[in-house]
């Protein structure tokens, strides 16, 4: 299996029909397939967020086969995960994804199992401490990125779990718990 | 924390401050690091000018560094007040919480006592003593009584069982001695053929044997 940066690849990356949008529609669903789970694995290994269609994203070419995704290829597949509800497009133009390898539901869940393990109920961090403090390194929260973070944040707001708050305009984005 | 109204934990002056402090002491960490790249490249910077021969720039260089590094301890120090702050301010709060729990313990301590009068617990010990001692003379009183009375009422029972058991005894007897008579008497009318006379002298005397006997028993 090829590695890239400690994942191990799937077979069916070294397969150059994999790497073009097969027409006939069995196929083509089972191909979808794969590679929706090739991304979100890829992505929840190596903590990325956000993928841009345009961009050189390391799995959508494989130069070993010479083989890159055409750019419908990587907007069907992405939108096959947002269909799912792990991703979101971030504008109308399909452009950006965000990707959610844990759901908001998830990463909320993340986050109240994190207060409770360290104790900080009751307690006011920052948001930036929740994503880069020490009590957040080698958990999943650490860099996280900003935008699922403050959706989780919002959720459990609602859910009245925490309060997020500003103090004066020089400080971060403050959150209190309550879980 | 724990309001029925609101659903949110509500934010209190205490965690504005906390939320100030722990900013500022992620902005002092941010430029701790600005600073130590600053004193990296000035080092270098001065190395190369040496290197160049070029003294006076490498002086200057070297002046740099000492300012940044000056600089930098005094953001150590900061730092280092930030963090003391927040502790104490986390202490301070974990006091506050512990007077109130002991407050809210020592208002249950007295409303319960509150319930229980030193006078009446008194009042009620006494009138049990007195109670106690009343049931212990009838007791003694009644004890007395007894055992005269007993004495009088077992002799007469004893009479009555004595005088029942031998008129159940009595009937038993007769039973088990007429059994060997009859036959006897079923031999008396073959006698009278022989000796009428000798057979009537026989039958009387075992007649009155059978009449006899239970009497003496």
Known sequence: ?179 | MGNLFVKKPKITEVDRAILSLKTQRRKLGQYQQQLEKVIEAEKQAARDLIREKRKDRALLALKKKRTQEELLKQVDQWLINVEQQLADIELTSKQKAVFESLKQGNSAIKAIQSEVNLDDVQKLMDDTAEAKAYQDELSAILGEKLSAEDEEDILAEFDNLESQLIVEDMPEVPTTELVPEEPEKMDLPDVPTKAPVASNAETTPTKRKVLEEPLEA
Request: glycine share 6%.
């Open chain 1, 1 to 179: 299996m090829q590695k890239l940066a400690d994942f191990k690849l799937p077979q069916f990356f070294n397969y150059p029909p994999y790497f073009t949008l097969q027409p006939v529609r069995d196929t083509r669903e089972k191909q979808i397939q794969l590679w929706k789970e090739l991304i979100l694995d890829y992505c929840k290994s190596q903590k990325i967020f956000l993928i841009g269609v345009e961009e050189d994203f390391p799995l959508f070419s494989n130069s070993a086969i010479d083989r890159s995704l055409s750019h419908e290829a990587r907007e069907t597949f992405l939108s096959a995960i947002v269909g799912e509800g792990r991703a979101e497009w971030l504008d109308k133009g399909h452009r950006k994804c965000l990707v959610l390898w844990h759901r908001i539901q998830d990463w909320a869940d993340i986050i109240l199992q994190f207060v409770r393990d360290n104790g900080l109920e009751d307690s006011v961090m920052t948001v930036e401490e929740i994503r880069s403090g020490t009590e957040s390194l080698g958990t999943e929260l650490q860099g996280i990125d900003r935008t699922i973070l403050m959706r989780a944040l919002k959720l459990l707001e609602n859910k009245g779990k925490l309060a997020l708050f500003k103090g004066t305009s020089a400080d971060d984005e403050g959150v209190k718990f309550s879980v």
